[in-house]
């Protein structure tokens, strides 16, 4: 079915009764050419383009949840391409371009706003090192825009500039940067997949693999097992315990990542907006919520919910660059599973099991790279080739000393 304003309001005038299920609900075949196993964001992704790029339709996404239940429906929601290194800033810049024409690609309203995203500046050095950026930004076709403070003060008055310990002094805009709605990315997705002919299996939990000298010939789930010519895993905060079931360690930690949303204010907040003395982010949903978030908790975790030495880290990192936050009642707060990789960027690759490839390591910036992860993923799986802007996301990268560390602060499990 195509979704067009001309459907909504014929439906609308005839009661509503001619709209069907967005997806199927299928039992698992025994045998599929491809499996992929996660039905978040970046797994629904890949079945997409799998279909729509290269043609491949005998494919499962097993989810052992419901669609979205994990970091694809929990994140704050931020798209950007505002990156540094070669390693990374194509592949952003790329998933960005891809999230502009999205929904006139898969035929969903994602409410994909470009809002804006600023970085504030609060030192002369930080300035300088954002123009580097914005430099590199250029280089692979993004947008960067510097502001002075006399800029920010006339756009953003409710700044707290004059801070004595972190005045603002300008900022790094992205204009093309800003927000979209995150579960109905994963809805859009899986709509566009079963339309092509994917299967999406929820309740499936993927328990083991079958690994016959060297080959991975398919998996064991919950739902008995399901054979397969090849193998994606792509289950972000759960990378390590899925991995660990083929007998393989990762350079990836798992961390919780809390979210706060305050009740609904007027309109105040025209973009997203980031803290660049500590960690603290904050957009306005379209419901008037003011949306934020900070560092990781600290310490590994499986469990989805946090604790509150950060929810103070992060309430102090409001404080900081808007004060009037302080007035705002929290709503609600709740927490994902990171994988958190030791330089802060994520893998695209194949492993040493013959058939057995492996998406993760995104920490908490891989909502924004949706749309490019699942392209270069379902192109790695089709041609048994990385994507061009993919090339460096291996598994392989710390053995070789290429690194992708975006801070140039070596190994640590809390970069992103
Ligand atoms: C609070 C928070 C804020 C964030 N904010 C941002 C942001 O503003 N911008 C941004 O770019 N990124 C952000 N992120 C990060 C982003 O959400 C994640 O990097 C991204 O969603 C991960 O990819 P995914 O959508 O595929 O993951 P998920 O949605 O977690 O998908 C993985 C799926 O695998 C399934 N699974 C796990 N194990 C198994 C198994 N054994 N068998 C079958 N299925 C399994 C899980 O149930 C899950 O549904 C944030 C994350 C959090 C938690």
Avoid at 328 to 356: K, N
């Amino acid at each position: 079915m195509r979704y067009s304003a001309l459907k909504i309001l014929r439906e609308g005038l005839t009661g509503n009764k001619g709209w069907t299920p967005a997806w199927r609900d299928p039992e698992p075949k025994p045998e599929y050419d491809i499996v992929i196993i996660g039905g978040g964001g970046h797994g629904l992704a890949t079945a997409y383009y799998l279909a729509k790029e290269f043609g491949l339709r005998n494919i499962a996404v097993l989810e052992k949840g419901w669609i979205g239940s994990g970091n694809v429906g929990r994140n704050t929601t931020i798209i950007r391409s505002n990156y540094l290194l070669p390693g990374n800033e194509p592949f952003y810049e790329m998933s960005l371009k891809l999230w502009e024409g999205l929904e006139q690609d898969f035929n969903y309203n994602a409410m994909v706003s470009q809002r804006s995203i600023l970085n504030l500046i609060h030192s002369d050095a930080q300035r300088d090192a954002f123009v580097r950026r914005a430099n590199a930004m250029f280089l692979a076709g993004a947008d960067a825009e510097l502001a002075d403070a006399d800029q920010l003060r006339a756009e953003l008055p409710f700044l707290d500039f004059d801070n004595a310990r972190f005045p603002i002094k300008g900022g790094l805009y992205q204009r093309r940067g800003g927000t979209v709605r995150h579960d109905a990315v994963a809805w859009g997705y899986a709509r566009g997949a079963d339309a092509r002919g994917v299967d999406i299996i929820q309740n499936c939990e993927v328990t083991g693999f079958d690994i016959e000298n060297g080959k991975c010939r398919g998996v064991e789930t919950t739902r008995g097992a399901i054979r397969a010519r090849k193998v994606g895993v792509c289950v972000a905060g759960s990378s390590g315990r899925v991995m660990a079931l083929a007998g393989m360690r990762l350079p990836i930690e798992s961390h919780v990542l809390q979210a706060f949303v305050t009740e609904g204010l007027k309109p105040v907040l025209p973009g997203v907006i980031t803290f660049g003395a500590g960690h603290f982010y904050v957009s306005q949903s379209d419901k008037g919520g003011l949306v934020f978030g900070g560092d990781i908790d600290g310490y590994n975790s499986y469990a989805q919910r946090g604790n509150l030495p950060v929810v103070e880290d992060v309430a102090e990192g409001g404080m900081a660059i808007m004060p009037m936050i302080g007035r705002a009642r929290l709503l609600r707060s709740w927490g994902g599973i990171m994988d958190m990789s030791m330089d802060g960027s994520p893998f695209i690759d194949r492993t040493h099991i013959d058939g057995l490839y492996f998406n993760g390591g995104w920490c908490y910036g891989g909502f924004k790279a949706t749309p490019a992860s699942g392209l270069c993923y379902a192109h790695l799986l089709a041609k048994d080739a990385p994507h061009p802007v993919a090339t460096e996301m291996r598994l392989d990268r710390f053995a070789r000393g290429h690194l992708i560390d975006e801070k140039g602060m070596g190994n640590q499990p809390n970069l992103h």
